[in-house]
């Protein structure tokens, strides 16, 4: 036979009390509680005015300068190179292959050009030439120069060959082969 121990027991039931103590403050703080209402908000009060003296200086300010800085000598960066005009209403009447394009290259005769130098290469030779402003340009076999749009034929490392197009007298299409040399210094 077993005996029971009294301090066994007793500290079981002690033991199982609080088990269920806790058991029934958990079960009470899960409950969902509705929120109480909101307070209404409490009505503005209105405070007396504080008089704030206005605050004086002494030091005199530099009156503010607009537009310190004057451009209108300035060349306008936006502005093109080439000149566009309009065209006349005589000229709107004629194709596009007629008109001519207005590039400083096509302003100057082939025979006011002077040649730079050239550039030998597998792609294609290259020239440099100068107009009378002293503006220069690089050129190509295909591209035209001057005022009758002469066609650059040739280019080589003695001199560039253009050929110009244009009507003489009697309304027949001439060509003109022109050459701009390269000049040799001394």
Sequence with gaps: MTRKNPKNSRHVAGSVSVLLAALMLLQLGCKKTPPPPAAPP???VSLPKIVV????????????QRNQLDFSAKKDPFKPFVALRVATSAEQGKSKRDIKPLLPIHSFDVSQFR??????DPKGNKAMVVDPSGKGYVLKVGMTIGKNE???TRIDTSG???VEQFNDDNNKIRKESIRIPLLRKP
Excluded: N
């Design 160 to 162: 560039v060959d253009v």
């Design 53 to 64: 003296q206005k605050s004086i200086s002494t030091v005199k300010m530099a009156p503010i």
């Design 115 to 120: 040649l730079i130098g050239t550039i030998s």
């Design 42 to 44: 409490p009505t503005a």
């Design 150 to 152: 002469g066609k650059i």
